[in-house]
């Protein structure tokens, strides 16, 4: 192939560690009926193979191992790609990104790709200085919020939506929206700052509401469980599950808890490591977080003893400051009940208090198992910041927030007054009570500037550092 044709990948992405080997797909997005090169690795080859194919484009993917436990390559159409490893032995050494928030709600593919990618192309800096193991996507890879236009059953979404569209109309709807998906992860994937660590670090990621329209899950019922609401959750899945998972359903990867993919959270174990990723939009409504499937594999990993650190990814905050009043000002106040699905989509709002409380004491239970803790990494509200929870026996909950890698910050004004309703504490379980801190350096508890976190691991030691648009780098947080 000469460096013209228009193929985008390779994207790498992990499905699972086994027998001390990282099991990999690289994804290609091609034009059809492209014939791709085979992939090239350890002595042996791995043709890309069609898995979804769209009016122009088609999907490809080249399943392989590497080694998980040192540095390696492969080699794709001419070019090598040296991929960390780092992830044998439970005291070695090994760096990960946290990043959320790839995109804007309007005009995203409009935008400036110098302007829009810049802190890609600062993570790309920072890996070729120092590599990176993996790359966590917490959230909001693409913001889709679009892709309902230019369909008459969908073009005023999540306006009230026809109650009884025919057959062939859903039919009609499901193709534009697969083809809106396609577009915006291939603008997404294409973009060369993006691309060029995409290729190199191994990828797992967990969705959020804009991977499929904004407030999934919080809309009311009439929308989300309308014929229109359940084509534009189809179309966002099967995008999700192809460009973020590099699967397709019957097909997923292992670490998977549900291999029917009723909900798409998964777990990742390595020595001293444990990635556990809950899904929290599949199953969501405007009264439940999570239904029986993510529960019972919540149940699971406290059952199951993992030493060393768990990272507990919650694409939105885990631990955060006290939003009844907020919430209770949106409702009461007409012009601002158009944002009330933003504040039920938090784990702190008054219709999901009793499952937030489930989960922090989940997280306590995890935690009080000899040789273990827990972090949590969360995205969502386009600010950095961090909190923290005692969970008893000397050990504390650290909840680091990245969000904004892509997506401009809000007014500095919004994190004062986050930073204001954080004087307030909140204590959901008794004797537990819940603090956002200062990042490392900064004046206030939110920093609105575009960011992303790297969590290092030193001679067992870990800790975690934010690098901010404006100011840079952040003192290092022991964990």
Known sequence: MSSTDPVTGPILILDSLQQGRMQLAALFIAPRDTQLPPLRHE??????????????HAVLRARFSLPADRPSSYEWDGATFEVAGGLGEETADLRIAYAS?????????????????AMWARMGRDHAARPFSLLLHGGDQVYADEVTHGHPLSENWPGRPPRE??????????????????????AVCSAPEFAWIAARVPALAQWDDHDICDGWGSLPRSRTYSPVGQTLFAAAREA??????????????????????????????APGLRLLAPDLRSERSRRRVMARGGWRMMKAAV????????????????????????????VLTPRMQKYEDDLRDQWQSRAHRASWRRMLRMVRDMAAREGQQVTALSGEIHLATRGEMPLGGGKLLHQLV?????????????????GLLAWLGDAPLKGHPIRIRKIPGQAGRY??????LTLERQGGSWSAAWELEDSGTSPALAL
């Open 447 to 452: 920093v609105a500037e575009r960011n992303y």
């Open 240 to 269: 999700a599950l192809l460009f973020q998972h590099g699967c397709t359903d019957g097909d997923l990867p292992p670490r998977f808890a549900d291999p029917e993919g009723s909900h798409l959270g998964w777990c990742v174990e």
């Open 43 to 56: 002595g042996a080859e791995t043709t890309p193979e069609v898995i979804a194919e769209y009016s122009s």
């Open 303 to 330: 059952e199951t003893p993992a030493p060393g650190r768990t990272l507990l990814l919650s694409s939105v905050p885990l631990l955060g400051p006290r939003l009844s009043l907020l919430e209770l000002l949106m």
């Open 165 to 186: 569209p025919s057959r062939e109309d859903l039919k009609a709807l499901h193709t534009h929206l697969r083809e809106g998906f396609l577009r915006r992860y291939l």
């Open 402 to 418: 990245a969000s904004g890698i892509a997506h401009r910050a809000p007014p500095k004004a919004w994190a004062r007054v986050l």
């Open 101 to 117: 928030c790839n995109g804007e709600e309007h005009g995203d593919l409009e935008r400036s790709g110098e302007e829009r990618n």
